[in-house]
């Protein structure tokens, strides 16, 4: 049996993999902590880890998880840039899960488009106190709105899909055209015209706060600005700033530029709070999930089982077709 320590694991995670591992032959060690510095010595005795999208995965962590032996880190999820892919090579193999479910992320910021513009979680507060005036309700048509789609990946694609069914005028941003069906433009273009603007693209150095004081001072009054990829393609200040002098609209945000030490966790009780995640929690005109896009059955059982088929296959081969080159 091949061992291996899984991070940062929750309840609805261990269900599918406690249910395909055997199959796999692997034996899990769960443990709730994040895999960092700190943490990694826990997987002694492992021949690999398995890590999340808000572990600390940074030097000294792999220094720790070389030492032990081990050799391989399984990242299930898509997003790697929490890893230090750079210092890994030649010391460390990782794998990840290139894709899961595009529909259940692009359906959730369709949903959290819809929730937001349409005063949803107002009104069913509202309505649970049997308050049932509309004052304050009224959204906007998204028939004949433009969304600018920032990244044509598969969930952008999807995304992109779905609002073709609304009658929706497409433009779309990215380094690398895939989509001939889609009319493509440069980013700025994208500030100027789009009246909402979803973000669907990976983190990297060229793009992180691609929503900035700059790129926001060009959009239209109102806008409408989604996040369900990483919370650091939005600087918080900028957004901040523009939602109080309204020239942004709304903003629906399923991650968070510091979500690492809050998202997945219950911090009810804590009264220490991130000032700027609390200021964008007090505001009408923004909602916030926590990193729950990816979260449906169908995307669990696919992350678990790929997951499980890149170990095996690391370790039955010594590489893997989802290896991450440095």
């Known amino acids: 049996m091949i061992k291996v320590a899984f991070y940062d694991t929750k309840p609805y995670e261990k269900e599918w993999f ?14 709730e902590s994040k895999l960092s510095e700190d943490t990694a010595v826990l997987a002694k005795g492992c021949s690999a880890v398995c890590a999340f999208v808000n572990d600390e995965i940074d030097k000294n962590a792999i220094d720790v998880l070389v030492s032990l032996g081990i050799s391989l880190i ?12 750079k210092y890994a090579k030649d010391k460390i193999s990782i794998v990840r899960v290139p894709a899961y479910s595009p529909y259940a992320v692009a359906e959730h ?82 500030c100027k015209k789009a009246d909402i603007i979803s973000l669907h693209c990976p983190l990297t150095k060229e793009n992180k706060h691609i929503i900035n004081k700059e790129s926001i001072e060009l959009m239209k009054k109102g806008v409408f600005i989604i996040n369900t990829s990483r919370g650091a393609l939005i600087d918080s200040d900028a957004l ?18 510091e979500e690492g030490d809050v998202f997945f966790e219950d ?52 590489k893997c077709k989802n290896e991450i080159q440095s």
């Open 267 to 318: 911090m009810s009780d804590v009264p220490d709070r991130d000032e700027k995640l609390a200021t964008l929690l007090s505001m009408p005109n923004v909602i916030i999930t926590s990193h729950q896009a990816f979260l449906t059955n169908e995307a669990l059982e696919n992350i678990a089982v790929i997951t499980l088929e890149n170990i095996k296959e690391f370790f039955e081969s010594g």
């Open 74 to 85: 399984a990242m299930r999820c898509a997003g790697y840039n929490n890893v230090d892919i």
């Open 109 to 190: 910021a369709v949903a959290m488009l819809l929730c937001l513009n349409r005063k949803l979680h107002k009104a069913y507060i509202r309505t649970r106190d049997y308050n049932f005036s509309l004052n304050g309700m009224t959204g906007f048509d998204l028939h004949q709105k433009t969304v600018g789609v920032v990244g044509t990946g598969k969930i952008g694609r999807v995304f992109a899909e779905i609002c073709r069914g609304f009658g929706m005028k497409i433009i779309a941003y990215d380094p690398y055209p895939s989509d001939e069906s889609l009319e493509y433009a440069n980013f700025e273009s994208i």
């Open 240 to 257: 901040i700033d523009g939602l109080m002098s309204k020239k942004i609209g709304y903003a629906a945000l399923d991650v968070y530029e």
């Open 18 to 31: 406690e249910s395909f591992a055997e199959k796999y032959g692997i034996s899990v060690k769960y443990m």
